[in-house]
């Protein structure tokens, strides 16, 4: 479902729009997750004219000689595509979760917190899909071996820096993705694992005006909120699409059930945990 679009139609009301029987729809989403649906109280689905012109879409790519798979991934490309206009992750993010509370942190925090997902990350996700951003490919490299390790097991793996020569995408490596003098990544510090069993992303944007070094602070947001992972996945997904459109080569990524938000107490810790943070980030300072 398109973000902004009025979600009136039923499924019947899509079916009839678009000469795609319900039975197929119900299907399509089964296997790909697509059309994805507003559900209603009771579970009805509910969707919009930009689903409509999806449907329409697929079916104008199945008649030029595309698989449905493929036509399926360019369809929700095309859908999700508005989330990436800024170019930056952490604007997106808040501008979908408007709730989520930025912290001022330090580098040395922010790279605990990062190492913190990725060694969770690594030890117990299934399945993952991993975004890293690193800003500078000099900050990759010190990282290279840890993300080399997380791609071995990661759906896909993808690091996004100021990157000369990205390497070829081989299945089962990292995915290289460069970032050009101008995007808004360059300033982003990206770590998103987005798995059913270990939803977890830190987001954060280089404070303006600070010289080079280890003592840079950065606007963070973080959360375990499984929607909100989700998210950022997508949104970093679309901006991949942009920036490198072959980085999905390979087996089709399979589609993810849609995530149930957290729940009310683990909200609680999650802002008892960003106010462990900001103690500690402030003594760190002192």
């Known amino acids: 479902m398109a973000a902004g679009s009025r979600v009136t139609l039923t ?23 697509f059309p994805r649906p507003s559900r209603r109280a009771g579970g009805h689905r509910r969707y919009s004219e930009a689903d409509v012109d999806a449907v329409l879409a697929v079916q104008a790519r199945r008649r030029a000689g595309l698989s449905l798979a493929a036509a399926v991934q360019r369809a929700v490309q095309q859908v999700e595509a508005p989330a990436a206009r800024s170019g930056s992750l952490f604007a997106e993010l808040r501008r979908r979760h408007p709730l989520l509370r930025p912290q001022v942190l330090t580098r040395r925090t922010l790279v605990a917190m990062s190492h913190a997902i990725e ?20 900050f990759l490299r010190s990282s290279y071996d840890r993300w080399r390790e997380l ?31 101008e995007s808004p990544l360059n300033r982003e510090w990206i770590v998103v694992c987005d798995a059913a069993d270990l939803p977890a992303c ?85």
């Open 11 to 33: 499924i019947g009301d899509l079916a009839q729009r678009t000469g795609v029987p319900i039975t197929t729809l119900r299907s399509w989403e089964r296997r790909y997750g």
């Open 119 to 138: 060694d969770e990350c690594c030890a117990r996700a299934a399945d993952p899909l991993l975004f890293g951003g690193f800003q500078r490919e000099d």
């Open 151 to 181: 791609a071995r097991t990661a759906r896909r793996a993808v690091v996004l820096a100021d990157l000369v020569d990205p390497a070829p995408v081989q299945p089962g490596a990292l995915v290289e993705v460069a970032l050009p003098h």
């Open 202 to 286: 830190l987001v954060a944007v280089e404070r303006p005006g600070q010289p080079a070094g280890p003592g840079r602070s950065f606007e963070a947001v973080w959360s375990v909120d499984p929607v909100v992972v989700r998210d950022a996945g997508r949104i970093a997904s679309s901006l991949a699409d942009e920036l490198r459109p072959d980085w999905r080569s390979g087996p089709a990524l399979p589609p993810q059930p849609d995530p149930v938000a957290a729940s009310e107490d683990l909200h609680r810790a999650m802002q008892l945990f960003d106010r462990v943070v900001g103690y500690l980030d402030a003594r760190d300072v002192r």
